[in-house]
């Protein structure tokens, strides 16, 4: 199906692309474009990745006949129902700009940031105890949890245009070293 969705993309991209040369268009239909555009863009991507990598582990898994801890596979089965809520989400901030949605998506996608941290902790806690199955899957879950975090990211930037037009995005996720609560690290000896 990804190459039905590459065909789907380029055809909008080059719609929205010839609809935005229209030098009479007003402001906020051009910046719908661009928002339109980018979601595509995006959602062009999540198709990249189910092709490309996780199609290419479930055949690993299958052709090998590898199976996942009880543990790995509901870590798997959590983040995947996440996902499926995440883009339910998406479509209604993309549907209604609605600021408490395009909030609680920008929140979904910190609380999958850190399902696949503990995924991952619990993974290599298994791999510590010489659990078999997940000594045998554990190239395939790593790179599922992280492929499934990067989809995450993918459907929940779909908020930013949003968020930005009510100025309630910071500039970065770092802290400012001028910030009391930065501690910076100390790798070596000044």
Known sequence: M??????????????????SRNDKL????ARRCEDILAFTINLEHVGDIVEKSLSELAEKKIKNHLAFSAEGFQEISNMLNQIFENLRLAVSVFMTSNLRDARALMQAKTAMRDLEWTATQNHLHRLREKRAESLETSSLHIDIVRDLKRITAHIASVAYPVLS???ELLPSRLLDKDDEAFIPLAVGKE
Request: avoid cysteine.
């Open 165 to 167: 037009e009510y100025n």
């Open 2 to 19: 990804d190459d039905i969705v590459d065909e789907l993309h380029n055809a909008l991209k080059l719609y929205l692309t010839e609809i």
């Open 26 to 29: 007003p402001q906020a239909e």
